[in-house]
C-alpha cells in the first residue's frame, strides 16, 4: 500500500486542526455573560403607584434587564407604551414607540423608531427619537417633529416640552398647516 495514502488524511486533519484559530479575546466578546440580561421578561404590564394611586403603567413586548451598578437599564424592544397619570390618577399623557431603553439610575427614558405622544389635552407628537429626562421633567429631540393640535400641525426641526407635553417649544419650524376647527354647515 501506498504511505501517501495514510499520510493525506493526517495533513488534512493538521489543516483542519491548525487552521481554525480564535483569538481567547475575540471569543470572550461574544460568549460574556456581561453581553446578556440578567431578565427577559416578556408580554408585560408593569404598573407604578404612589400611596395606592397609579402614576404611570409600562406594556411591552419584551423587556430586557441589564443592572450593571455603573448603569444599570432595561431595554424595551417589540414594542413600548408608556402611559403617565397625574396626582389624581387622571390621564396625564401616552407615549408608544417600538423600542426604548430606560436607565433606571439616572432616571432618563430614551424611545426610538416611531415614537408617537398622546397628551391630555389632545395634543400629539410624532418624531423618531424621544428622551424623557424625569429628574426636570422634560422631554426633548433633535430629530424631525410633527405635532399636531385641535387647530394646527406644526412641523421642525428638535423640540424640548415638559413631560406632560402641555407647554413645548419646537427649535426649527419647517412648516405651519392651520386647521379650520367648524363644522361645515348642510344646506
Known sequence: MNKTFFLLPLAYLGIAFFGCEN?????EKFSSYENLPLQTIINSKITYTDSTIVTFTVESGQIDRFPSEEDPYDEFINGVEVITYNKNGEFE??????KATNFTKRKVMIARDSVVLKNYEGKML?????TWDDNTQRIYTDKFVKITTPNEILFGDGLEAKSDFSEYEIQNITGRIKIDSEEPKDE
Open 23 to 27: 483569538d481567547l479575546k475575540d471569543v
Open 93 to 98: 399623557s401616552q407615549i408608544n414607540a417600538e
Open 126 to 130: 410624532q418624531t423618531e427619537l424621544l
